[in-house]
């Protein structure tokens, strides 16, 4: 390139004060004065995203805080807010850096010693963040930039992780605040994300907003999934929870809003006609079946495989879902599309084989005692299930009764491992984000802890040996053969039945732009013409 | 007057602390609690344990009530166990837009029901009185979301005159302010207007068959100052009772026409708290609308003084 010497001198210029302010060309030039308008899937209470795993938590705080590394489109990790990252040969040294220009809201630098405290808090409380506590030796900060675990054995799990999206993300926190106890909720949202809380405006349960963070330095990357440059182009963010879904539908079309989070496949009628997009969200929903394994009759393995061998995913789907191409029947237990993703141990269940089912029920004994199947009457993506699945235990001669219930009053007592007569339970639902299931350390299904671990209570030291082989190994080939044996021994054990995976869908009125489908929703790179 | 004054704020004291007690009891006995919200779908019994144990919920109950007591007293109503926000804070923010929405909605009842009553009454059982009656029967009996829905689809979605949901502060910006309100105002205000119809209808019948109204046609009075000189004022103590136990009902009731509008008041404060099982911002707010009644009574109390000088306390 041929250059003169005032236009090099001009370039010099610019690049010092490009320098000297810590401001990329990238952040300054993608910026615009738009308000996005936006409808979530629930109402934001809490601020804390490590005392709470819930989803409208999560995402709020991918707007405010960030992370050391994000998974891209592809579920792969990618470095965000660390710049480089080193591990000595036999595994038990890391040793991160962070990248430059990274600042918290109120002005001050990220450092390491910002970091640490951190992870300390998190991974009191996540259940990856706890695998890393028990192996690591030291973490410290080594000087402002650079931080180091010194491990007792080896963690290649490490970065993944780091990454991990859901539900507990390690976000970055000042000092002060990541050194609060976290059984200390906290009050004070500081973060160094793209965007700024504002605290003012937050009304619980009702709208909350934020406001582009002008000195934040997005990656230079452009944006894939959650990882790349979080560029924060729109001004303002206002988000507007809907108690009535309806209300929300007419509110976009009527140009008061500009994106509603999730649009079950039912409600994308409504659109008809109108100029409104509908893009299917890249997490979709899985729904899933979940014996307790703390209580008879579903303590035997054989009434479990006697129910595994009738459910069947298309007949659950036809019936949740009803629309063919909103839906797909998804044999992986980490998920279809994943990296992870096999098909190993599947047992495909139909009504093909009720005489088989009924044979394991007689030779389980079962006394013919109804049990009891739990749901919540308010959650619209649980409601067709309970149903589906008496109908399905029906056919093998299990009676069966339905309990209704609120949502807080069904995840209090799906954690009883009391009898059912006393309150407890049998069998009940559980519904996840995909993102939920990809890490075979972090999917709740695969907490194989006996009564201290999730509803369901799957006693299973075998998964929980495979789990500490998965955390250790160093090779992706490696991990894949254990996430197979992992698949083989849950199919076989019949921790739940997976019963399909479907679309939720993502409204977005046609001024906006710039929207990335990642899995879990961030708006942090929306604008609006 | 001022007797009565004292009087009733004496008497509320017991009022609240029973309506206190009953609060905080239901709440306990009821399923659910806010450590499992908190805890999240994938939460272990341990882990809601502790969050349980964190909050103070393990406690004996009369530990947890002497504690919460002893800070109404001193008036502090505690902290939302999920936002951690004041709760005083909460319930103050969200004032306004019920307010607005009962107060409008109020008038628009007011101003449309009170002549319609005395309107059919004064044409008894003629084709009028029955078609006013019929329009109150109907009003009475629709859903405020039925309603909410109608109007929303026809003057929102379909016809793009005024705005879908939410809330503008009047005091902001009043014309966007006013527009927010006309569709949940009228909603609110249709089955209100039923009742005032027919109550102001039967206490006007009442009176127009009296002695005194008798005397004034006789005198020669025209019909309507026969109305609005004599008749209303004396039919008036059965309408401003309905009317101000309307304003209570409406404030602490709005919570069908809050969400349907998505107008983030009272209503939807109320109903968000107790499914998140939020217990302090439930119990203030339930000692909330006690006071609210109890005020209301009050006043109601004191229009009979201003109105019907033969009362007396």
């Known amino acids: 390139m041929n250059m003169n010497r005032r236009q090099a001198l001009i370039m010099s210029a610019s690049a010092m004060l490009m320098a000297a302010t810590g401001r990329s060309a990238y952040a300054q030039t993608e910026t615009g004065d738009a308000v996005i308008r936006f409808a979530p899937h629930a109402a934001l209470r809490v601020l804390d995203p490590v005392a709470t795993p819930a989803y409208i938590t999560r995402n709020h705080s991918y707007l405010v805080y960030d992370t050391l590394y994000s998974l891209d489109s592809s579920f792969t990790p990618q470095p965000q807010m660390i710049g480089s990252h080193e591990v000595t040969d036999d595994g038990l040294e890391w040793t991160f850096i962070l990248r430059d220009g990274l600042a918290f809201h109120d002005g001050a630098p990220v450092t390491a010693a910002d970091v640490v405290p951190s992870i300390t808090r998190w991974w009191q409380k996540d259940v990856v963040g706890l695998r890393l506590k028990e192996v690591t030796e030291t973490l410290e900060a080594v000087d402002d930039k650079t931080f180091m675990f010194r491990l007792k054995e080896p963690f290649g799990a490490m970065i993944e992780a780091m990454a991990r999206p859901s539900s507990r993300p390690l976000f970055v926190m000042p000092k002060r605040i990541a050194d609060l106890d976290p059984s200390t909720m906290l009050e004070e949202v500081v973060g160094s994300g793209p965007y700024k809380f504002l605290a003012d405006e937050f009304r619980p349960g009702a709208s909350w907003a934020y406001a582009r963070n002008e000195d934040y330095i997005p990656r230079d990357e452009p944006a894939d999934g959650l990882a790349g440059g979080k560029v924060p182009r729109a001004a303002r963010i206002e988000v507007i929870w809907f108690p009535s879904p309806d209300t929300a539908i007419s509110a976009l079309i009527n140009n008061e809003l500009d994106i509603i989070e999730s649009v079950s496949p039912d409600g994308r009628s409504r659109f008809e006609g109108t100029d409104v997009k509908l893009v299917a969200r890249a997490s979709p929903t899985a729904s899933t079946v979940r014996f307790n394994w703390s209580q008879a009759p579903f303590d035997d393995v054989r009434m479990r495989r006697a129910v595994q061998l009738v459910v069947s995913q298309i007949d659950y789907m036809d019936i949740v879902v009803g629309d063919p191409s909103a839906y797909e029947t998804c044999p992986a237990y980490f998920g279809c599309g994943t990296p992870l993703e096999t098909d190993a141990g599947y047992v495909e269940g139909s009504l093909d084989n009720v005489e088989e089912a009924r044979a394991l029920v007689a030779e389980a004994g079962y006394d013919g005692t109804p049990i009891t199947i739990i749901t919540p009457g308010d959650i619209a993506s649980f409601s067709a299930l309970a149903p589906m699945t008496q109908q399905v235990l029906e056919a093998i001669g299990i009676p069966s009764k339905i309990e209704t219930m609120e949502w807080s009053a069904f995840l209090e007592r799906r954690t009883r491992t009391t009898l059912p007569s006393e309150g407890g339970w049998n069998l009940a639902h559980a519904v996840f984000d995909l993102i939920d299931l990809i890490s075979p350390l972090g999917n709740p299904n695969f907490d194989a802890r006996g009564l201290d671990g999730y509803t369901g209570f799957v006693d299973d030291p075998e998964t929980e040996a495979l789990k500490s082989r998965y955390q250790a190994a160093s090779t992706d080939d490696e991990r894949f053969a254990i996430v197979e044996e992992m698949q083989e021994r849950a199919y076989d054990q019949v921790f739940y039945i997976p019963l399909g995976t479907y679309a939720q869908y993502t409204a977005l009125r046609p001024e906006l732009s710039d929207f990335e489908n990642a899995p879990i929703h961030v708006v942090y790179g929306l604008d609006k013409a | ?313």
Do not use: C
């Open chain 2, 1 to 313: 007057m001022l007797r009565l004054i004292v009087l009733r704020v004496l008497a509320a004291v017991p009022v609240m602390l029973i309506v206190a007690v009953i609060v905080f009891s239901l709440l306990r006995l009821s399923p659910g609690d806010p450590a499992a919200i908190i805890a999240g779908d994938t939460a272990t019994p341990e882990a809601i344990a502790a969050i349980r144990s964190e909050m103070g919920l393990d406690q004996p109950l009369l530990v947890q009530f002497a504690s919460w007591i002893g800070g109404v007293v001193t008036g502090d109503l505690g902290q939302s166990v999920l936002s951690r926000l004041p709760v005083t804070t909460l319930i103050f923010d969200r004032l306004e837009a019920t307010l607005m929405l009962a107060l409008s909605a109020i008038v628009l009842t007011v101003i449309v029901a009170v002549p319609l009553g005395a309107f059919a009454a004064l044409r008894h059982n003629t084709l009028t009185d029955r078609l006013v009656m019929a329009f109150s029967v109907a009003g009475f009996s629709m859903p405020a979301f039925v309603v909410g829905y109608i109007l929303m689809l026809l003057f929102a979605v379909q016809w793009q005159l005024l705005p879908v949901q939410g809330y503008v502060s009047v005091f902001d910006d009043p014309l966007t302010g006013l527009r927010h309100l006309v569709l949940p105002s009228i909603t609110l205000a249709l089955v209100f207007m039923a009742l005032i119809t027919r109550v102001t209808r039967s206490s006007l019948l009442e009176v127009l068959g009296q002695d005194f109204v008798r005397t004034a046609r006789a005198k020669g009075n025209p019909a309507g100052r026969i109305l609005w000189r004599h008749a209303l004022p004396n039919s008036a103590v059965p309408i401003i009772t309905v009317i101000g136990l309307g304003i209570a009902m409406l404030i602490s009731g709005v919570v069908v026409t809050e969400s349907v509008f998505n107008i983030p008041g009272i209503g939807r404060l109320t109903i968000d708290a107790i499914l998140a099982r939020d217990y302090p911002v439930v119990q203030g707010l339930m000692l909330f609308f006690a006071m609210i009644y109890v005020g209301i009574n009050l006043l109601i109390d004191i229009a009979y003084l201003l109105i019907d000088p033969r009362i007396r306390y």
